[in-house]
């Protein structure tokens, strides 16, 4: 029964803001930006159950400051905040690193200067910073040592359904006031995930293109989605999905469909199966980590 839930309780975090809002592959040799920040003072400790076997997971990652708050992250979901992967891109990690029983608390900082860069960088590069900072900091306290390769495997095109997109135009949708409360004063993604693994997810987009959207399904179907509409523009929509595929049907006719259903039938879109290169996150060496 915990096993179910600890299984349920991470596919909602690697499905979160935060982690779909990453970029789904390795960092392109050309990007002209090159971080070098990393954090002053960290602390890093295992996380324990609730009394009530509950566990709570939660989240601080403002991207022009240096705060840094993961509370109860798994190993895949470090790696996949300091790399910019999703769980099925890494490789190689050991019996330990893989448990979702083995969760840690991350607290990390920089001193005001940090604060003061990261506010001038554009949202790209104080993103690059704030990934490099990760990426140090598991490299010291976990003695993370770590390699990129390609290789062919299954991926998704995404496609126009027979009958055409049932998109609405950028902008004719405009935020609930639930997004409203719920963003505050931060900037409203293009596209956002809300809801739970057990009643259904929306995704929310407000001028979204297509790439975004295949980006954002990325992390849903655990392998890279390939934009191949041909639909050039940005678009508004709200998809209501429960599961990935017909393994994830519900026979509750109130319960949302899975994604692969939901978007032909809400969204005039579909994947398709196809063969593909693809970055993968190896693992050659990883700790647990030091004291703090």
Not at 11 to 37: E, G
Not at 229 to 258: E, I, N, Q, V
């Amino acid at each position: 029964m915990r096993g179910a839930f600890f299984a349920a309780v991470f596919a909602l975090l690697c499905a979160c803001d935060t982690c779909a809002q990453q970029p789904a592959a390795k960092p392109s040799a050309q990007t002209a930006y090159v971080p070098s920040m990393t954090f002053d003072v960290a602390s890093i400790r295992e996380g324990k159950l609730a009394a009530d076997g509950s566990l709570t997971l939660s989240f601080a990652d403002p991207p022009h400051s240096s705060l840094l708050r993961l509370t109860n992250y798994d190993v895949p979901n470090l790696l996949a905040v300091a790399y910019g992967v999703e769980r099925a891109q890494i490789v190689g990690l050991p019996d330990w690193a893989r448990s979702p029983f083995t969760f840690f608390i991350v607290e990390a900082k920089s001193d005001v200067s940090a604060d003061e860069k990261l506010a001038k960088l554009t949202d790209e590069q104080a993103k690059l910073e704030k990934q490099h900072m990760m990426q140090a900091l598991l490299a010291d306290r976990f003695q993370l040592k770590m390699h990129w390769e390609t290789k062919e495997g299954m991926i998704y095109d995404l496609v126009v359904a027979k009958g055409g997109p049932k998109l609405h135009p950028g902008g004719s949708m405009p935020p609930t006031p639930g997004e409203l409360q719920s963003w505050g004063d931060r900037k409203i993604p293009p596209i956002h995930q809300q809801g739970s693994s057990w009643a259904g997810f929306d995704l929310i987009a407000h001028q979204c293109s297509m790439e975004s959207l295949g980006k954002m399904l990325t992390g849903q179907m655990g392998a890279p989605v390939v934009d191949k509409t041909g639909l050039t523009g940005t678009y508004d929509f709200d998809l209501r999905y429960k599961g990935r595929s017909d393994d994830d049907a519900s026979d509750d006719p109130k319960m949302p469909r899975p994604l692969t259903e939901a978007l032909p039938d809400q969204l005039g879109l579909k994947l398709q199966a196809a063969k593909g290169e693809k970055q993968v996150l190896v693992i050659d060496h990883i700790e647990r980590p030091s004291a703090n």
